[in-house]
Each structure stands twice: as structure tokens, then as C-alpha cells.
């Protein structure tokens, strides 16, 4: 087992490598001089031979990945700037955005709470309606409350987030008035008190959870059916065990051993910002930091948020393969 | 095995199912490929027809998109100031919200969906040219996707070894990539790089390419992963072996004996790879770094109507409603697709 998560470890550490070389090579081989991009209309030649000198934009582009990497591997961080103007940035350095000189690290551990909060309340109802949906179909298969929930699960599936956050916005928020427009300051759970933070992330989380909860339900109820017709179901049973015994020490425990893997890997990449969902109710998340980096061409702000992402992604998968082999007694690390 | 697809839309077409499947019968009791068992059921499955039918309309106004806004006569980008009698169609003192119609939306018989508040451009006009800029990216990044992934993925299968280890860590890396983060980042960045390289102007028709190529670059991996596993099995199997020792090149043995059988997993996933790639280019355009003003697009103005949704909801319900409509169909008829492939439901 430990040899394995070691060896899963290393596999980790090379793609998250591959990925920043990848993602850096594309973002930062343009023709055009990122230079341009910092001093704006005040360019001229002087200027950009400065901001070159301040950024590195001379050396090697291996090079500039080298210092790059330095400030993500070495515990002191590095130093940015040219002689005379160098400033300390401090471990995990990904350097300082075009737009304001503000550290990127800064700028993605301001707004990861807001995604955190969103994601996590997002996954809770998801994974609870979800779930539960899926096995009520399965264990009343072709009623009324099955064909309701299929019904239903191939609605979600179908209704872009984009539509459905408006949606709930418009009817919640401007014609019902049953909750206040979206305002950032209502983010933080601890300045604000739990009312105005629920009556903040109650839309998002819906808005986020439903196609993540039609999926499930389709899944478990899938997987469901497919367990209760195993034979050790019918043994069970045979045995004289009750129902409720049955479908949840028996059924149900093996039925979610694959939800379990797409959980992690969703609630995994939902953490490296859910975009449209926080774009629709103005959160100022890491999906809308990155998003206005994109929109204003700030490249090392980018970076720093694919790469955070990225890690998130990454990290997902070993500690789902980690946990499936612990839930599933078949699967033998190798 | 054949999909059985072309036999069955010939002109006999209109016969009902059951008489062909009489005929058939009453010749000699034959083997049916699942390919026919599938279109016989997809024939009988009302949701499939309905949404194919829905899908088939949607295709339809994609195509004759300028026909249709003749017969509207509003192009898509006229600024629209004045009705037909005269009267000023926005009020320029409250912001150039549209007057009268339904709910302040400024619907007529002129303008059927209203107009956008301030430049008044048709609505149902930018509606129609939206569906092309949806299907075109959608069917674009799709054909893209399924043809990197079926050639990726049978490569792997098939060969196996050191090509094998190197394609699934490449597949690995690619499923570890956070991908809308990377499409939104990247699709600003290859469309000025296709300026500053190619001298290719930044303008929707790069853009157009541009979201076709970065949506199918980032989803072949999921594909190739199920196509390498099947793959894996069909190479074992005899008519494979049969074919090699019969001195059949690996293209042929990949082309012409794992590809057909490859067929009904490719036929869902691209139904179901469509519907995909419709709400992330809606999302992209939505985001502003996907198809850009003037061109319409459904994200386009979903992101314009929200500004409005106060004083005008059925601006944003109007993309929103279209964007579901088309999902919802492909889903729909994706889900039949599937169904009707699956060997394990009970043959009808």
C-alpha cells in the first residue's frame, strides 16, 4: 500500500511538471513582446528594455521556465525585479501580475474560500439528492417515482448551467424578491453571520449542484440495479436478512464504489473555480479570477490559476484510486 | 457488421417497420446485425423521433439562416430605431429599453422576439444566425475530438508496447488538465497567435476555428481511453487473427476489421459529445473569450440580455430557451442511440 500511493506520488509529481511546462511554454512563447503588455501605451524603447531586464523576458525562454519553477520548488521563493528594484516573493512565488503587481499566490488564496464554500455546499446537496434519487428509482424500477426521477435526471443533464443560474436569479431574485441581489461582501461566513451567507450561496449551490445531481442519480440508479441482481443479493436475502439490511449494508455499499471515484475527480476540478456559476452570481472566486486575468492578458495571473487547478485535478486522482482500493477489497495495489 | 443504417432509409422508408420486418420473416428466419435491431428500435422509440425531428429542424434553420431572416427582414446586425409606421422603438430617455410588447421586451409583428434594448438589433434574427455559430463549433470540435481519439485510441490497443505506454500517459495528462479553465485560457491566446503568426485577422471566422479546434484538442482523451480498451479485446478475437495470418497490413486489420466494430460506441459518444460542446461554446462566448460582438451567438447574448433582466426577462429567455431546446434534443436522441445499442436490453 505504501510503496503503491508512493510510486501514484511520483506519477503525480511528472505530470504536474508536464502540465506546467506545457502551460508555460504555450502562454509565454508568444512573438508578441509580453513586454508591450506590462507598459502599455507608455511604451518606448527605453521602457521595454527595462521591463525585459525586470521580468527576465531576455534569457532563454528554459530559462525564464527554470526561474519560474524555482518559485514554486524552493522553499525561499525567489526574487523578482532587476538590480537596484529586486522585492522578495515569498514560497509559493507565481509571480506578480501585469495588471497590479499584487503576487498572484495573494490574489488566488484571497478567492479560494468563495470556491471552496461554493463547491463543498454545492457537492453536499448533489451527493445527498443525487444519491438518493438514484435508489429510490432503483428499488421502485418502473413506478411512477422511477420514471419520475429518470425524468427528471435527463431534464438536469440537459440544462446548461448558464440557463439554469439565470433562471433560478430571475424567478428567486427579481420577480419572487425572496432573496437579495448577490452582493460579494456576503461571501464571508464569519463577518456576516450564517443568514446573509446562506441567503448568498443558496442560488450558486443550486445553480452548480443540478447537473452533478442528475448525473448521479442516473448512476447510482444504474449501478443499483445492476447490484441487486448480483447473487450474494439474492444469498443475503436467503439468509433471511430484513430488506433494509439488504439494500444498505449489501446493496448500496458496493453500488457506490464507483461514485466515490467520480466524486473525488469532480469535486476536484470544481475546486480550481466553477466558472460560469460564479461569473452568474458575481462570487469572486477563484473561476472569476481567473476569467478577468484571461480578459486582461495577464499572463502570470493565468498561469497561476491553471497551475492551482491543475494541482487540484491531479491530486483528485491518487486520492481516488488511493480510496477506491480501501472501499473495494477486489482491487489489489500493485 | 454494418450499422444497417443506409439499407433502411431507402425509399421503402415510409413502409411501416412491421411489414418489412413481416416480409423478412416470412422469407426465412434470418440473423440480424445490431445495427438493424437498433434502427428497428429507434423506429419504434417516440422520444428518439421526436427529438430527431427537433434536431433536424434546428439543423435546417442553421442552414437557411439568411433565407429565413429575409422573410423577417431585419438582418442580424441593423440597428433598428424606428417601426414600420415610424414610431421610435426604444426609449432613449430610460436607458433604450424596447417600448411596448410583452413584458417590456418590445415584441410586434415586425420584431417577433422583440429587440436588444439600446441597439435594437432583431432578436429573432440573432437568434437564427446563433443556431449556425452553436452548430458549427459544436459539430466542428466534435468531429475533431472523435477522430483524434478513435485513431489515438486504436493505435494504443493495437499495437500495445512502448507506443501503448506512451499514448495513455499522453491520455492521462491530457484527463488531468482542468479543461475549461484551459480553453477559456488558451482560445485568446491561439486566436492572437494565428494573428501575429499567419496574419490571419483576429475576427469571428479565426474564432470560429479557433473554439472547433481547442474544444476537440481537450476532450479526444476520454474517448481514446474507451477505444483503446475495446480495442484491446476486439485484437484478440478470431476474425482479427484471421485476417493477419492471411498477410492483412495493420491499417487494414485497424480500418477494416476494428473500426466497423468501433462504430456504435463512436455513434454515442459523438450524440452525446455534441450537446457538450453546444454549452461550452455557449459558456465560452458567455465568458467573452468565445465568438465576439457582432456575431451572433446564444452566449453572446445570454451575457447581454443579464444586464437586463430586470427590465426585460424575455431577452434572456429567448437564448436560454434555445440552448435547452437543442441540448435537450441531443441528449434525448443520444439516450434513444444508446439504449437502442445496448445488446444487453432485451431484444425486441
Redesign the interface.
Known amino acids: 500500500m505504501g510503496r503503491y500511493v508512493i510510486r501514484r506520488l511520483l506519477q503525480t509529481v511528472v505530470?504536474l511538471v508536464?502540465?506546467s511546462a506545457i502551460?508555460f511554454f504555450?502562454?509565454w512563447a508568444?512573438?508578441?513582446n509580453p513586454a508591450l503588455l506590462i507598459c502599455g501605451k507608455n511604451c518606448n524603447t527605453e521602457t521595454v528594455a527595462q521591463v525585459n531586464a525586470t521580468y527576465g523576458f531576455d534569457d532563454p525562454l528554459i530559462v525564464q521556465y527554470g526561474t519560474y519553477m524555482q518559485g514554486l520548488v524552493s522553499p525561499g521563493g525567489r526574487t523578482i525585479g532587476s538590480e537596484g528594484s529586486e522585492r522578495e516573493c515569498a514560497w509559493p512565488c507565481f509571480g506578480e501580475s501585469y495588471q497590479n503587481g499584487i503576487p498572484v499566490w495573494d490574489s488566488i488564496a484571497d478567492s479560494f474560500p468563495a470556491t471552496l464554500w461554493l463547491a463543498v455546499g454545492a457537492a453536499v446537496l448533489w451527493l445527498f439528492f443525487g444519491v438518493m434519487l438514484g435508489l429510490v428509482a432503483a428499488l421502485r424500477r418502473g413506478k411512477l417515482i422511477d420514471k419520475l426521477s429518470v425524468g427528471i435526471a435527463?431534464?438536469g443533464?440537459?440544462?446548461?448551467?448558464?440557463?439554469f443560474g439565470?433562471?433560478l436569479?430571475?424567478l428567486f431574485i427579481?420577480?419572487l424578491q425572496w432573496l437579495p441581489f448577490p452582493d460579494t461582501a456576503n461571501a464571508a461566513l464569519f463577518t456576516v453571520g450564517p443568514v446573509p451567507w446562506l441567503q448568498f450561496y443558496i442560488l450558486p449551490w443550486m445553480t452548480l449542484a443540478l447537473v452533478y445531481a442528475a448525473l448521479y442519480t442516473r448512476l447510482t440508479r444504474a449501478n443499483m440495479i445492476d447490484t441487486m441482481n448480483e447473487d450474494y443479493i439474492r444469498t443475503a436475502r436467503a439468509k433471511g436478512l430484513d430488506e433494509r439490511t439488504v439494500v444498505f449494508k449489501h446493496g448500496l455499499r458496493s453500488a457506490l464504489t464507483p461514485i466515490v471515484t467520480i466524486f473525488g475527480l469532480d469535486l476536484g476540478?470544481l475546486l480550481?473555480?466553477a466558472?460560469?456559476t460564479e461569473?452568474?452570481f458575481s462570487i469572486t472566486g477563484l473561476?472569476k479570477f481567473?476569467?478577468d486575468s484571461?480578459?486582461s492578458?495577464d499572463l502570470p495571473a493565468?498561469m497561476g490559476?491553471?497551475l492551482f487547478?491543475?494541482i487540484?485535478?491531479?491530486v483528485a486522482?491518487i486520492v481516488v484510486d488511493v480510496l477506491y482500493a480501501i472501499i473495494d477489497p477486489r482491487v489489489r495495489l500493485s | 457488421m454494418t450499422l444497417g443504417v443506409s439499407e433502411s432509409q431507402s425509399p421503402e422508408g415510409d413502409l411501416p417497420a412491421d411489414h418489412l420486418a413481416e416480409t423478412a420473416e416470412a422469407k426465412q428466419i434470418e440473423g440480424r446485425s445490431l445495427g438493424q435491431i437498433a434502427w428497428a428500435r429507434l423506429r419504434k422509440d417516440k422520444i428518439a423521433i421526436i427529438s430527431a425531428i427537433v434536431i433536424l429542424l434546428i439543423i435546417a434553420v442553421a442552414i437557411f439562416a439568411p433565407l429565413i431572416v429575409k422573410l423577417n427582414g431585419f438582418p442580424p446586425d441593423q440597428f433598428n430605431r424606428l417601426d414600420a409606421d415610424g414610431n421610435p422603438l426604444l426609449n432613449t430617455r430610460d436607458g433604450g429599453i424596447p417600448i411596448g410588447g410583452l413584458w417590456g421586451s418590445g415584441t410586434s409583428s415586425e420584431h417577433w422576439l422583440g429587440v436588444e434594448p439600446q441597439n435594437g438589433r432583431d432578436v429573432f434574427s440573432r437568434l437564427v444566425y446563433g443556431t449556425r455559430v452553436s452548430l458549427l463549433v459544436a459539430l466542428g470540435g466534435t468531429v475533431i475530438a472523435v477522430i483524434l481519439g478513435t485513431v489515438i485510441g486504436m493505435v494504443s490497443g493495437y499495437f500495445g508496447g512502448w507506443v501503448d505506454t506512451l499514448l495513455s500517459r499522453l491520455m492521462?495528462?491530457m484527463l488531468?488538465?482542468?479543461t475549461?479553465?484551459?480553453i477559456?485560457?488558451?482560445t485568446?491566446?491561439i486566436a492572437?497567435?494565428g494573428q501575429?503568426?499567419f496574419g490571419i485577422p483576429d475576427d469571428n471566422k479565426l474564432r470560429l476555428g479557433v473554439l472547433m479546434f481547442v474544444l476537440g484538442f481537450f476532450g479526444w482523451a476520454y474517448l481514446a481511453r474507451i477505444v483503446r480498451g475495446q480495442t484491446l479485446s476486439l485484437r484478440e478475437r478470431e476474425f482479427v487473427e484471421a485476417a493477419r495470418s492471411l498477410g492483412a497490413s495493420p491499417a487494414y486489420v485497424i480500418f477494416r476489421q476494428i473500426l466497423p466494430n468501433l462504430l456504435p460506441t463512436l455513434l454515442v459518444y459523438t450524440t452525446l459529445l455534441i450537446?457538450n460542446y453546444i454549452?461550452a461554446e455557449?459558456?465560452l462566448s458567455?465568458?467573452?473569450?468565445g465568438i465576439k460582438e457582432p456575431t451572433a451567438s446564444w452566449?453572446r447574448m445570454?451575457a447581454d440580455a443579464?444586464d437586463w433582466?430586470?427590465s426585460n426577462?424575455l431577452y434572456?429567455f429567448f437564448p436560454?430557451?434555445a440552448?435547452?431546446i437543442t441540448?435537450?434534443a441531443f441528449?434525448?436522441l443520444g439516450?434513444s442511440v444508446r439504449d437502442a445499442l445496448d445488446p444487453r436490453a432485451g431484444r425486441s
Open positions: 505530470i508536464v502540465i502551460t504555450l502562454f508568444t512573438p508578441a435527463l431534464f443533464v440537459s440544462f446548461p448551467t448558464l440557463v439565470y433562471l436569479l430571475y427579481v420577480k476540478g480550481g473555480g466558472v460560469i461569473q452568474i473561476g481567473a476569467i484571461v480578459l492578458n493565468i490559476v491553471v487547478a491543475a487540484f485535478v491531479v486522482n | 492521462d495528462i488531468s488538465f482542468p475549461l479553465l484551459f477559456m485560457a488558451l485568446p491566446v492572437e497567435r501575429d503568426l450537446p454549452t455557449a459558456a458567455f465568458l467573452g473569450v452566449g445570454i443579464s433582466i430586470e426577462p434572456l436560454g430557451m440552448l435547452f441540448v435537450l441528449n434525448l439516450d
